[in-house]
C-alpha cells in the first residue's frame, strides 16, 4: 500500500492521480491533498478520499474549508509555504505527487526529497529552475524522482531494460499546438480562448499556453536535461500532431524505441505511481487502422522562439533557466489577464533574459533571487 500526499489535487493532473486512486484502494490510500483557491473541489476529494492532512494557499482560506467541511470531518488544515511543506514531508507519507503548477512547486519538491519521499513529479518548472540541486539532492538522499509529463515518462519508459550509457539521442516530441499552422501574421488576434484550445490534451491552464507557444517543449527540454543527465544538443524536438508518440529514444546500435498510447495521462501517472507494474487505467489503444498516418516535423523557430529561448538557457546554465521561467510564467499569467496580446508572451521573455547577468552555479537562495528578479523585471515590461 502507497500512502500518498498529491500536491495539486484540485488540478488536471491531481484530478487525473485521484482517478487512478480511486481505480485502486488495494494499492493506494490518500493521506495528505493541497490546493491553492478551489476550495468546493478539495472539499468532495476531502469526503471522498479522507486524507488526515490538508493544506491551501492562506489561512483565510484554511478558515473557510474548516467552516465548509461536514462534522465528523476533521483533517488537520495547514496552509501557505510552510503547509505545502508539511504535506510534503510528513511522516505518514512515502510518495509524494507534485502536481502544484508554477515555481510554487519548489519548495515543498525539495521538503519531499529532503525527508525521503520518493516524488512522482509532474511539475517541470522546479526542474527548470534549480534542476542540479534538486538532482543532487535526490541522489544524496536516495530518493527516486520518477517523471509524470508524458514525453518523460515515455522516454523513462523505453530507456528500461537499457545501459545508460547506449543512450545517443532523445527524441522529444510537440503536438505544435492550437497554432502549428497558424501564420504569424494572425498571431496579434489570437485571444485567450484560442490559446487554451489544446488540439490533443485537456490540461490546466498555464501549461496550455506554454504548449500554444512551445515554452512547454522548452521547458521539457531543459527537464530531459536534467532527468536523464543528457546535453540538450541530443536532445532534438519533433512536431508530432497526433499526439500518439509520446517521445522516443535513440540507441548506440540505432535503434529508435518509441513509447505510444492515446493522449491521456492516466497512462504516465500511474506508471509512477506504480512503477515497475502496470495498473489498469481503463484506457483503450489507439486505433492505429483509423489513424490516417503518424508525422514527425522540425518545428518553426521563427514563429516559435521558445526553443532557442530554452537553448540559450541549457549553454549559459546558471540562473538563466530559473529567469527564464519566470519571465515566462509572469507572461503567460498576463496574457490570461488579457493584458498582454500573445506575441508579447515572447518579447518579455526574451527581454528579460537578455537583460538579466547570469550567475554560474548559484544556490538555492541565487536561483529564489534571479526568479524575483525575473519576475519584477518581466512584470515592468508589461
Ligand atoms: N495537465 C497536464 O496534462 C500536465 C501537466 N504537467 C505539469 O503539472 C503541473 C500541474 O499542471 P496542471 O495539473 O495542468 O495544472 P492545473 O492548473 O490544472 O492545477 C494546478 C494545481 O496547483 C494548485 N496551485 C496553483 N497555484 C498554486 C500555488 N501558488 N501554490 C500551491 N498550489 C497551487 C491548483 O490549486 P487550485 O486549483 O485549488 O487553485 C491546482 O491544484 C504543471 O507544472 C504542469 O506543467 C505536466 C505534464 C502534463
Ligand atoms: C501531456 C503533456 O505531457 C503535455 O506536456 C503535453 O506534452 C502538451 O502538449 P504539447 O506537446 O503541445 O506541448
Ligand atoms: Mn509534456
Known sequence: MKLLSILGATGSIG?????????????????????????????????????????????????????????????????????????????????????????????????????????????????????????????????????????????FQCMLGNQARDVKQLFLTASGGPFRNTPQSDFPGITREDALNH??????????????????????????????????????????????????????????????????????ISFALSFPDRLDTGLSFPDFAALASLTFCAPDSERFPSLAFAREACEKKGTLPAVMNAANEVAVQAFLDRRIRFSDIFTLVSTTMAAHTCIDNPDLSGIIEADRWAREKAGSLI
Open 199 to 268: 488540439p490533443n490534451w485537456s490540461m490546466g491552464n498555464k501549461i496550455s499556453i506554454d504548449s500554444a507557444t512551445l515554452m512547454n517543449k522548452g521547458l521539457e527540454l531543459i527537464e530531459a536535461v536534467h532527468l536523464f543527465g543528457i546535453s540538450h544538443q541530443n536532445i532534438q524536438v519533433l512536431i508530432h500532431p497526433q499526439s500518439i508518440v509520446h517521445s522516443m529514444v535513440g540507441f548506440a546500435d540505432g535503434s529508435v524505441m518509441a513509447q505510444m498510447g492515446v493522449p491521456d495521462m492516466k497512462q504516465a
Open 15 to 155: 484530478t487525473s492521480a485521484l482517478e487512478i486512486v480511486r481505480m485502486h484502494p488495494d494499492r493506494f490510500q490518500v493521506k495528505a491533498l493541497t490546493a491553492a483557491n478551489n476550495l468546493p473541489l478539495l472539499r468532495r476529494q476531502i469526503q471522498q478520499f479522507m486524507p488526515e492532512m490538508v493544506a491551501v494557499l492562506d489561512e483565510a482560506k484554511a478558515r473557510e474549508l474548516g467552516d465548509m467541511l461536514p462534522p465528523g470531518v476533521r483533517p488537520e488544515i495547514l496552509s501557505g509555504a510552510s503547509g505545502y511543506a508539511a504535506a510534503a514531508a510528513w511522516d505518514k507519507v512515502d510518495t509524494v505527487v507534485l502536481a502544484m503548477v508554477g515555481a510554487a512547486g519548489l519548495n515543498p519538491a525539495l521538503a519531499a526529497i529532503e525527508a525521503g519521499k520518493d516524488i512522482a513529479l509532474a511539475n517541470k518548472e522546479t526542474l527548470v529552475m534549480a534542476g542540479d540541486i534538486v538532482m543532487a539532492k535526490a541522489r544524496e538522499k536516495n530518493v527516486t524522482v520518477l517523471p509524470v509529463d508524458s514525453e518523460h515518462s515515455a522516454m
